[in-house]
């Protein structure tokens, strides 16, 4: 229902597209000739915000950092020798498997295994237990036996229980035939992530740095090093499962491949020391090239935030106050190419009917001299963003009907190289209502529609005057609390909303749906900024505040700092604290 619901928007599950930034500069590059480290997380605006500040003293530990609930010691900060920030690796640590089960054993690559039955125990408060059996073949779980029903719970809209994929037929021999699928998970194996936290944070070398990041398992990170003595340095800490086969997408046929061998060692995992060029920037890029002889992972966030960041920092010159300036960097190289290269040639040459139609023109002009700059104060981006869900909505509504692409937008979280790849074929016939055959070209129209359609819209919105057409008025951030909605007193526990700058695509995030437009889904907890120069001269600053109590003056006290790109000190020595 609309509590589970919310429930899981607050805890970010029914949400995605997520990411961070962290880089790593060594003394080449910056002011003092020492090290600088920043990271920014990206996750779900929460109330309060997920992470908190942390300083720890005591025999065998001084640091200082971004903590996480229940995790022992820091996620990301820095103790009396280095410092280590992560961003997310997205690697590929599950598969679905087919599943073939024959007289209630699963079939294996030359025989069968058992499947084990587990009831799994839910206590309810007031109630009796809710008890499921699971059944567990040697690749995980069955998913058939739980999926019934659940899903349309937790989705809490016109998604319904969603049909169990078993069905049962007569094998040779009168053998009932099961057909299922199963889970194969990383996180099921357990690990020691834990312990990696805290070897991190009482770590005293980048050998023990490594050490740390060889316990972590599920989900995978990419963490960044520097230290006192100017060395920085990359590793990749987590497991990744060694396949026989390519990894996908695709349902994997258990009973012909089997299932994963092991995991690569820390030694095969991507990791580098003291780069040549004197920097490591990361944005959940893709981690390796091609001739990296191991799969990690299908899918990464766009490059466009791990270039605009590389750019940036080998520029040099570097300090606390220019790493701020990059974390609050908006600038879309996305947009800016759409724009140039797409969209203003059909202000001149041969588009001359583009050109005529007003509203198409205006949107056009409205955008003529923009950089991709996403500011909240601007109107350019309300205006690309408007013909992005237009182009993406006729496009989509075209082939697949009203419905289908209406569900497809509820989970088609800003998809920029799939955009990107649309408009550079918009010509295709693909892309043609079946009443242009023999008007013109199909890309000519399908693109006049969607400017007009994006300055009708904002019209509608915000009346006549463009200059009203703000983006920050559309794409606005919240910090969202579970009791948010409540009628009277929901705007106590809420943090904004406010005007917000940034898209999915900017090093300073602003990551939004096409389901929901325009508001703000996702966005830094947290920017930490390290200098090894001088840790007392260090800054941070979270997305809320320090404390959970709305009722706290320490409730929201840090979220105007961070929406204004301002932060706090960050003393360390016992001096410069006290």
Known sequence: GPLATKMALYCGY?????????????????????????????????????????????????????????????????????????THAWIDDCDLFREEIVDGKCRVPGGFAELEPRTLEVQVRGGEALNKTVRYGPRGPLINDVLDGVWGRLD??????????????????????????????AGQDGGRDLEGYWKLCTGRSYADFRAGCALFSAPAWNYLYADRDGHIAYQLAGWVPQRSWEGGLDLVDGSRVGSWSGYLSPEQLPHCFDPKEGIIASANQRIAGDAYPHYLSALFEPPFRAERAREVLLEGGHDVDSLRRLQLDTRSAWAARINRDRLQPLLGGDDAEVAAHPEARLALLLMRDWDGEMDAEAVAPAVFYSFILAFVRRTLVLRLGDALAEAVLERFTMPALAVEKMLARAEDAWFASEDLAGRGRPDTELLEGALADAVRGLRARFGTETSDWRWGRMHRRTQHHPFGDLPAIGRFFDIGPVPASGDGTTIS??????????????????????????????????????????????????????????????????????
Not at 19 to 32: E, H, M, Q, Y
Not at 525 to 543: E, P, Y
């Open 14 to 86: 029914t949400a995605g597209g997520y990411g961070s930034n962290a880089w790593a500069i060594d003394g080449r590059l910056t002011k003092s000739g020492k090290p600088l480290l920043a990271c920014d997380p990206h996750l779900p605006l929460m109330a309060p915000c997920i992470g908190y500040l942390q300083h720890l003293e005591a025999p065998g530990i001084k640091a200082a950092g971004y903590a996480g609930p229940g995790v022992p010691g820091l996620v990301m900060g820095h103790n009396e020798e280095y410092g280590f920030a992560l």
């Open 156 to 185: 809490g809209g016109p998604n319904k229980a969603r049909t169990s994929t078993t069905s049962a037929a007569e094998g040779e021999g009168g053998a009932e035939v099961e057909e299922g699928i199963s889970l194969r998970w």
């Open 509 to 578: 995030t602003g990551i939004l749906r096409f389901s929901e437009p325009y508001d703000q889904f996702g966005g830094a907890d947290a920017r930490l900024l390290m200098d090894f120069d001088d840790l007392d001269g260090c800054r941070w600053v979270l997305a809320s505040g320090q404390s959970g109590n709305p009722l706290s003056s320490h409730y929201r006290d840090q979220f105007a700092l961070l929406m204004a790109g301002e932060d706090r000190p960050w003393p360390f020595s016992r001096e410069a604290v006290e």
